[in-house]
């Protein structure tokens, strides 16, 4: 009877080694696969695009924001201040969460 429970007992560990290497070849394949389409994407950006449309997204931006602060300079100024005490306030609740 013992040595039919001992032989269980090893077959349950064997069992559980192979499954934990199957999984853990898995896991490789899934990593190497998101390598790899990660890499693939990076290499597909068009960085010159995304530059160009970052630098008119700037221009723009820095456009509407003269255009407000000639009609109203008080107002912009108070709304920049408030925006910069809501990302001050937000970076220092994050940084206690860490």
């Given at each position: 009877m013992t040595d039919n429970t001992a032989q269980q007992?090893?077959?349950l560990v064997e069992d559980t080694v192979a499954k934990a290497g199957e999984l853990?070849?898995?896991?490789r394949?899934?990593?190497?696969d998101t390598v790899a389409t990660a890499t693939a994407a990076l290499r597909d950006i068009d960085t010159t695009a995304a530059i160009?449309?970052?630098r008119e997204f700037a221009t723009d931006t820095f456009g509407k924001l003269s255009d407000a602060y000639k009609r109203n300079p008080t107002l912009v100024l108070t709304l920049g201040s408030v925006a910069v005490a809501a990302v001050t306030g937000l970076g220092a609740l994050l940084a206690k969460r860490r």
């Amino acid at each position: 009877m013992t040595d039919n429970t001992a032989q269980q007992a090893h077959d349950l560990v064997e069992d559980t080694v192979a499954k934990a290497g199957e999984l853990a070849d898995q896991a490789r394949h899934a990593v190497d696969d998101t390598v790899a389409t990660a890499t693939a994407a990076l290499r597909d950006i068009d960085t010159t695009a995304a530059i160009a449309s970052a630098r008119e997204f700037a221009t723009d931006t820095f456009g509407k924001l003269s255009d407000a602060y000639k009609r109203n300079p008080t107002l912009v100024l108070t709304l920049g201040s408030v925006a910069v005490a809501a990302v001050t306030g937000l970076g220092a609740l994050l940084a206690k969460r860490r």
